[in-house]
């Protein structure tokens, strides 16, 4: 617990942060944080999401919840498509200089707040100290807002409620910057972690309204990316899905179907996950070993038809995959899914057994499977 909470700390009042407009950089170029590579991809956020969201219900903290509440808000703002799906990414660069658009010099700050307003802003998030990047700001937290405001005598509540109108003028001014591109296309997999991130923040806020953009995802991945068949396309774009679906599209996109179904007890989540777990089942099974390869029985032919365990910036589809059976054996009472759920984890057991902490939620799954208390367990775990 104690690990999991310093390293929300430290991402939410690092760079890696978007401090003004919400959501989270792709990456930190360091250890601690601050400096991103400044793309915003929807995996990252849609994970992140789901993460700050569960940290509040274990935790109460209010800052946590505020950070899975900027994410939503940026998403919803800028990443969101009319049909009710959502982007890929934004690009890092604007005219070919990285972070231009998310970068602030002193005198662009204070060039747009009053005097007092900016001594404050400069003080919490580090400006009145020296650049940190290539002569300009990353914005971060320089230090609690507890003891900013105990610095200016002033209650918590009344310091944060001014620091948001400034931010508030400072996206303003930003928001009149030229853009970085963002990358349109929806992909069905990232939907599907986006999905899940609205959906988890919904139940445990208890807010409709990231609900009901969960549902708006769902059923446009499921009217533009699922064939007449009911197969599953990976990419939509321009008013055209292409590509046959991956293993990771299936599962991600599942385990954002049962997020919602846990959010709403509405069945056509589940009625819709049931039949794409079945689809993902008669292709991508693998009859020998047990587990699901990355591509389908009839993709184009490959030297290798990889099958991966090892969770990296996404999960692992087998992992997710996983979990998703367990969800779906508990709230159906299939044996055959829990002992696909079984076969899947077995398939890998050399690798978890040697490198657990490559296969994290692999783990998460085989735990929900053993202890047989999936019927409580969060979609996908």
């Known amino acids: 617990r104690t690990m999991l909470v310093v390293t929300l700390e430290k991402m939410a009042a690092g760079g890696i942060r978007d401090h003004l407009g919400g959501g989270f950089h792709r990456y930190s170029t360091d250890r601690f944080w601050r400096i991103p590579h400044f793309e915003k991809m929807l995996y990252d956020n849609g994970q992140l999401a789901s993460v700050y969201a569960e940290a509040w219900q274990l935790t109460a903290r209010d800052d946590f919840r505020q950070v899975a509440e900027e994410i939503?808000?940026?998403?919803?703002?800028?990443?969101?498509?009319?049909?009710?799906?959502?982007?890929?990414?934004?690009?890092?660069?604007?005219?070919?200089?990285?972070?231009?658009?998310?970068?602030?010099?002193?005198?662009?700050?204070?060039?747009?707040?009053?005097?007092?307003?900016?001594?404050?802003?400069?003080?919490?998030?580090?400006?009145?100290?020296?650049?940190?990047?290539?002569?300009?700001?990353?914005?971060?937290?320089?230090?609690?807002?507890?003891?900013?405001?105990?610095?200016?005598?002033?209650?918590?509540?009344?310091?944060?409620?001014?620091?948001?109108?400034?931010?508030?003028?400072?996206?303003?001014?930003?928001?009149?910057?030229?853009?970085?591109?963002?990358?349109?296309?929806?992909?069905?997999?990232?939907?599907?972690?986006?999905?899940?991130?609205?959906a988890d923040a919904g139940r445990l806020f208890g807010n409709e309204s990231y609900l009901a953009a969960a549902r708006r995802a769902a059923d446009a991945v499921l009217q533009h990316l699922r064939t007449p068949e009911g197969r599953l396309l990976h990419s939509y774009t321009s008013g055209q899905a292409k590509l046959n679906a991956y293993l990771d599209d299936y599962a991600f996109f599942v385990d954002g179907l049962l997020a919602l179904h846990r959010a709403t007890d509405e069945k056509k989540w589940l009625d819709a996950a049931v039949e794409l777990t079945a689809v993902q089942q008669r292709l991508f099974w693998d009859d020998g070993a047990g587990g699901f390869f990355f591509t389908s029985d009839d993709h184009e032919t490959l030297l290798a038809r990889p099958k991966d365990p090892i969770d990296s910036a996404t999960p692992s589809g087998n992992s997710v995959a996983a979990g998703n059976l367990a969800y779906l054996a508990s709230a159906l009472g299939d044996p055959d899914d829990?002992?696909?759920?079984?076969?899947?984890?077995?398939?890998?057991?050399?690798?978890?057994?040697?490198?657990?902490?490559?296969?994290p939620r692999m783990v998460v799954s085989w735990s929900a499977i053993k202890s047989q208390k999936v019927a409580g367990a969060e979609p996908g775990q």
Do not use: H
């Open 72 to 198: 939503l808000a940026f998403v919803g703002r800028e990443m969101t498509d009319p049909c009710g799906g959502f982007y890929a990414a934004i690009d890092a660069e604007t005219d070919g200089d990285e972070g231009a658009f998310y970068v602030w010099t002193r005198q662009e700050a204070k060039d747009v707040l009053e005097p007092a307003e900016y001594e404050r802003f400069a003080a919490v998030y580090g400006v009145d100290g020296p650049p940190n990047f290539e002569k300009r700001y990353v914005l971060e937290l320089a230090r609690p807002l507890e003891k900013s405001a105990e610095r200016e005598r002033m209650p918590l509540a009344v310091f944060q409620q001014r620091l948001e109108a400034s931010r508030e003028k400072l996206l303003a001014v930003r928001g009149r910057r030229k853009r970085p591109l963002t990358d349109t296309k929806i992909l069905t997999g990232w939907n599907g972690l986006m999905i899940r991130g609205f």
């Open 338 to 359: 829990r002992s696909r759920a079984e076969k899947t984890v077995t398939a890998f057991a050399r690798f978890l057994n040697r490198s657990p902490a490559a296969m």
